[in-house]
């Protein structure tokens, strides 16, 4: 059991997903302007990659194994993908047509958000176990969603701040996210290697 | 090779059924009107009725938050049609015949303030401080920016005038459009 705790903190924190593997920027920029929106987002993008992970381990372990088909990863995993973002899209505009309007354009996007791809690709290089998979995936989406969240607290805060009018708009943005991904990096040392 | 095929396929068909079924289970009823109206709209989602699209124009002429007249690239022919449809009285003072627009300077009162070709986003309009500016007919669009900053209303809106060159057929008239 610690060892899945161990494996939840150091894929959400220590590995970010965003901040120190640099992967699903696009939605990290492009939907941290409000704390709510952000929040729904790396809802959405969280369940899409649990998802996933776990749709690509048993498609890998179950029918691209056994055939010996291993070439045709990318393709079977993006389709897998695109289903689920699918699948997500129509329960979320049942379920909130609110949210459904918020999110926009970025809610069919999380089919081309790297971090969803990069996921079950670096399970399979890591030759994980279902269950290490799942761990991985659902850690690595909810450390996501953190990250989005918390740089949406900085941006709307930045918001009200007096920025030069050379930094402001986009380019403080970027540096707010560079010195976050520098503490994130101070993370490093919490798990012993 | 046959193994990869047919396991692709069906994963693309089984994959597919989950989703149609899917679709069918989360079905969102939508406002038959608001349906109906986006498909009088005509659907370039320019946004220049200040709606984010043609489905959000359409979702605000159905609640009735917005003026038949909201569309400027529809033109008569969709304000008819959307009068008809939501059975309102349609406002033509507020329709402009939409013809291609070109800008175009009066060369006797344009004192070179260098202001219209600031705010061209195409970069249309050249000149100097104190020299007569022109419009490079090509790259100009038409967006309208260049007359609101005139200070003397020299830079204008015209029709592109008819030459030989630019003459053609007109389009056949709409049947039933009162026009």
Partial sequence: MSEYLLLLL????????????????????????????ALSMGLATTFVITFTTAGAWLLEHWLLMPLGIQYLRILTYILAIAAVVQFT???????APALYQVLGIYLPLITTNCAVLGLPLLNVQEKSGFAVSLMV????????????????????????????ATFAGAPIAFITAGLLALAFM???????? | MIAALTSLTIL????????????????????????????????SQCGQCGFPGCAGAAQALAEGRAP????PPGGRAVVLALAAKLGKDADMADVKESVPMIAEVKEEICIGCTRCFKVCP???????????HSVFREACTACGKCEEVCPTESIKLQPIPVTLQSWYWHKPLATGSAA
């Fill in chain 2, 122 to 132: 195409t970069d249309a309009i050249m000149g100097a401080a104190q020299q007569i």
């Fill in chain 1, 10 to 37: 150091s894929t959400a924190l220590v590995n970010n997903v965003v901040l120190v593997k640099f992967l699903g920027l696009c939605p990290f920029m492009g939907i941290s302007k409000k704390m709510d929106t």
């Fill in chain 2, 12 to 43: 693309g068909v089984v994959l597919g059924l989950i989703l149609g079924v899917a679709a069918r289970v989360f079905r969102v009823e939508g406002n038959k009107l608001a349906e109906e109206v986006l498909g009088i709209l005509p659907g």
């Fill in chain 2, 68 to 71: 038949v007249t909201l569309c």
């Fill in chain 1, 186 to 193: 101070g993370f490093a040392g919490l798990v012993p290697h």
């Fill in chain 1, 89 to 95: 899209e129509m329960v979320i505009r049942k379920v």
């Fill in chain 1, 137 to 164: 995936g659902f850690g690595s989406s909810v450390g996501f969603t953190l990250v989005l969240v918390l740089f949406a607290g900085l941006r709307e805060r930045i918001a009200l701040a007096t920025v030069s």
